[in-house]
């Protein structure tokens, strides 16, 4: 099995990842954006959960494209769409036909941008993940200005290390998740 290559601020955390994908009820043949990308882990993890998922990676970052490149070939993952730039840019300039069904939204830079872009595609789910409780805030509240949201819920992680030949447990960062659904506005389901 391939080792996941890392760059500051990522990857997503394991857990975190697989308790995104669940909310997002990815189906074979979806249509997946991973916004704000990173390493590409949510776009690798995702793609051992439903078969030919057609995927989009964006990040704003070169290190990351550099990076997510290399983990999508090491793990056997070409048929990624791998952009460089700014999400809320990029998502504005995809012609309006554009499918959308599944979003993880990893980065959260001009997030306001990002939804309202989400919308406009009409994205089936949406999972905005944040560490700030401001970013929280606002996200939860532009998705209810725009009739999308729908859960937010708090993971905390502890992971066990030894001490004096015991174990103890450490806490990782909380993160909240911020659910949308399309749904919410249409009341159909496009993932």
């Excluded at 704000?36 to 070169?62: E, H, M, Y």
């Excluded at 999400?87 to 309006?96: A, G, K, M, N």
């Excluded at 001490?163 to 496009?190: A, L, R």
């Amino acid at each position: 099995m391939s080792e996941l290559l890392h760059i500051s601020g990522g990857p997503t955390k394991p857990e975190i990842i697989a308790v995104s994908l669940s909310k997002l009820d990815l189906s074979e043949g979806c249509t997946f954006y991973d916004i704000g990308c990173g390493t590409g882990a949510v776009s690798i993890a995702a793609s051992k959960l439903a078969r030919n998922i057609k995927f989009t990676a964006i990040d704003a970052r070169q290190e990351a494209i550099e990076v997510a490149e290399k983990n999508f070939k090491n793990f056997g993952l070409d048929c990624v769409k791998l952009i460089h730039g700014e999400s809320s840019q990029v998502l504005e300039q995809l012609p309006p036909e554009e499918k959308i069904d599944c979003a993880f939204v990893g980065g959260t830079k001009n997030i306001d941008a990002i939804l309202k872009s989400l919308v406009k595609h009409k994205a089936g789910s949406i999972i905005v993940n944040a560490v700030r409780i401001e970013t929280v805030v606002s996200v939860m509240n532009q998705m209810k200005e725009l009739g999308i949201f729908d859960t937010i819920t708090n993971i905390s992680i502890s992971r066990g290390y030894p001490i004096t030949g015991e174990t103890m447990f450490k806490p990782e960062n909380p993160v909240y998740m911020i659910s949308g659904k399309y749904s919410n506005i249409q009341g159909d389901k496009k993932c």
